[in-house]
């Protein structure tokens, strides 16, 4: 479009007059150009800007991409070792909670046997019956032998230390 102005502007301007009635639409197209040049540079402008504003756009997002993607991966790898250290702490706890349960249960049997031999229980009806029945049959029992050996016994003797007489006064 310039160029097409500097030629146009150079042929008017030439001195021989051969073109002079074409004098008046000579200024409408030279016009019509500059208009046209003019919208055409006032939209280079605003296209060169709007890319501009682009450009620093892209550039501070991929700033803040690459800083953002800096501290994830560092995020990743402390929680890596995180995790990792959890792991094992977790195994080492699991380890003395095992330790520990065994110790508890071995407590809680001596425990339970020591009530056994300690702690009294109190009979059943059916536990003291038996008992006093035995113990009923043992005294009968004891009863008869003795009953049987009263009759073995002498009931006085005529002599009760070796060579004396007891006399009887009448």
């Avoid at 146009?8 to 007059?17: F, G, N, T």
Wanted: glycine share 6%.
């Amino acid at each position: 479009v310039k160029l097409a102005l500097k030629v146009l502007r150079e042929y008017y301007a030439k001195a021989d007059k051969a073109h002079s009635a074409e004098g008046g639409s000579s200024t409408g197209i030279i016009g019509t150009l500059e208009v046209v040049e003019s919208d055409f540079s006032k939209g280079l402008a605003e296209m060169i800007a709007i890319e501009e504003s682009a450009a620093a756009s892209y550039d501070t997002e991929s700033k803040e991409n690459a800083i953002e993607k800096v501290t994830k991966e560092q995020d990743v790898t402390y929680k890596t070792k995180e995790s990792a250290s959890l792991d094992k702490a977790v195994a080492d706890l699991t380890s003395d909670r095992a330790g520990v349960q065994s110790e508890l249960d071995a407590v809680l049997e001596y425990l339970e046997k020591l009530k056994e031999q300690c702690v009294a229980k109190p009979e059943t009806y059916e536990e003291r019956k038996g008992r006093r029945e035995a113990e009923l049959a043992g005294l009968k029992e004891a009863l008869k032998i003795l009953d049987g050996e009263a009759v073995l016994l002498q009931k006085s003797s005529r002599r009760t230390l070796r060579g004396t007489h007891h006399h009887i006064a009448a």
